[in-house]
């Protein structure tokens, strides 16, 4: 428990610090990449302005720079590279000026215009050998001008602070989970003493309560071999089983959660299940309860063989004390469809099982009324199965149809 509840805090803290990474480094970007496409369209506003061509005179501050909006200056402009041309009314390409760009020729430029004009639209993208070029276009007198920017020099930036942030935080999280898996001991170090603590208590506890209960036993023999059995006698020893069980049961449960690792082996499952199958039926057949056995032969699983035998009696003591009077128990073990997996059912009839919240069955000391009306229970059985099944790393699962209830475990199949 201690293990799954480490990692289960080293899992929470590095999702808690990977979502706050991933909202700066999101953060950032966008502002990095809005930021660029704002200076992108100040640029493409300025030259357009000028008619593409680059004029002292004529050049102004033109918005006022901001936390998101790039200063512009008069010398920065020219560290762009752009290309500008001119286009009659039909879209035919009246001049170009290509002083400013190296490695776009004539002919694309005439290209990249005709295509920017037939959009239709004012300002958009479009693409020359692998490098993407905004642009921007005006109709005065007549006449068409439009202004091409490469991207690539603003963009850059945007996708290296990108990279960056990316690579540090990466780094941070390696560093992160490192230091976390060293420290996680010293942090749970609380949860770790309570647990101890409590399982001491209880071992100590049961040992304790063992002695006046049989002191109580003996008595009671002694009353009855002096006066007889009477109704006061029955209840006393029912009453002092009753406690029995529970300490057993606590103590067992107690000893489950000490188990650091079981001894996973090939087991075949099927020799345990049917002798702890032969052993219930005398036990049924006393509640006058109709037992069914339906257990493959050679069902092999990777069990501890010792807490597999336990597992079935659990479930079948469970079966027991809930089934219906008069009603059915069944087991059986077979191999899943697709032989990978071996499937242990025990169902039991449950009339009154509609609408009860199964999966709360496995809750240590859950007791659900209409589930323990006729049998006295402590809802610590069916946790102690979970827990096992769990150290089995299979999966158990109750569900009612029909009038029973069936507790349905899968466990790894060693089979070919």
């Excluded at 909202?23 to 593409?52: C, H, M, P, Q, W």
């Excluded at 001049?95 to 490695?103: A, L, P, V």
């Excluded at 990249?112 to 020359?128: P, W």
């Excluded at 191999?335 to 919240?357: F, I, M, P």
Aim: net charge positive.
């Amino acid at each position: 428990m201690i293990k799954k509840v480490r990692h289960k805090f080293i899992l929470i803290s590095v999702l808690g610090l990977l979502v706050v990474l991933a909202t700066i480094i999101s953060s950032i970007s966008i502002a990095s990449f809005y930021r660029s496409n704002r200076e992108i369209n100040n640029v493409l506003t300025i030259l357009l302005k000028n008619d593409g061509q680059i004029n002292h005179s004529a050049f102004t501050n033109y918005q006022q720079p901001g936390l998101m909006v790039p200063r512009q200056t008069r010398e920065g402009i020219f560290q762009y590279r752009f290309f500008s041309s001119q286009l009659d009314s039909q879209g035919d390409v009246i001049s170009i000026n290509d002083s400013h760009i190296e490695t776009v020729s004539d002919s694309a430029i005439n290209a990249l215009s005709e295509i920017a004009f037939h959009r239709g639209r004012k300002q958009g993208t479009v693409r020359y050998r692998h490098t993407s070029y905004a642009y921007k276009m005006k109709r005065e007198h007549g006449r068409y001008t439009i202004v091409f920017l490469d991207k690539s020099i603003l963009m850059a930036e945007s996708y290296a602070i990108l990279n960056i942030a990316v690579l540090f935080g990466f780094i941070s999280m390696l560093l992160y989970t490192l230091v976390l898996v060293l420290l996680s001991r010293r942090a749970i170090k609380p949860i770790v003493v309570a647990e101890q603590r409590q399982r001491e208590f209880i071992s100590n506890a049961g040992h304790e309560l063992k002695t006046p209960l049989t002191v109580i036993s003996a008595n009671t023999e002694m009353q009855e071999l002096t006066s007889g059995e009477t109704e006061w006698t029955r209840s006393n020893k029912d009453q002092v089983n009753r406690l029995t069980r529970l300490i057993n049961n606590l103590i067992s449960l107690t000893r489950l959660g000490e188990q650091p690792d079981m001894h996973l082996t090939k087991t075949d499952i099927s020799t345990i299940t049917t002798h702890n199958a032969d052993a219930f039926k005398t036990v049924m057949q006393q509640r006058n309860l109709k037992f069914n056995a339906a257990i493959q032969p050679q069902v092999m699983a990777t069990v501890d063989a010792s807490f597999y035998a336990e597992l079935v009696n659990i479930l079948l003591d469970n079966a027991n004390k809930y089934c219906d009077a008069g009603g059915n128990v069944n087991i059986s073990l077979r191999y899943n469809k697709w032989g990978k997996a071996a499937v242990l059912t025990v169902s039991n009839s449950y009339a009154d099982g509609e609408g009860v919240d199964y999966s709360k069955f496995f809750e240590r000391f859950y007791r659900q009324d209409t589930a323990h009306q006729q049998q006295g229970g402590f809802g610590i059985g069916l946790s102690m199965a979970q827990r096992i099944v769990n150290d089995f790393h299979g999966r158990i699962q109750a569900k009612y149809r029909d009038g029973k209830i069936s507790f349905i475990v899968t466990l790894r199949s060693t089979a070919e």
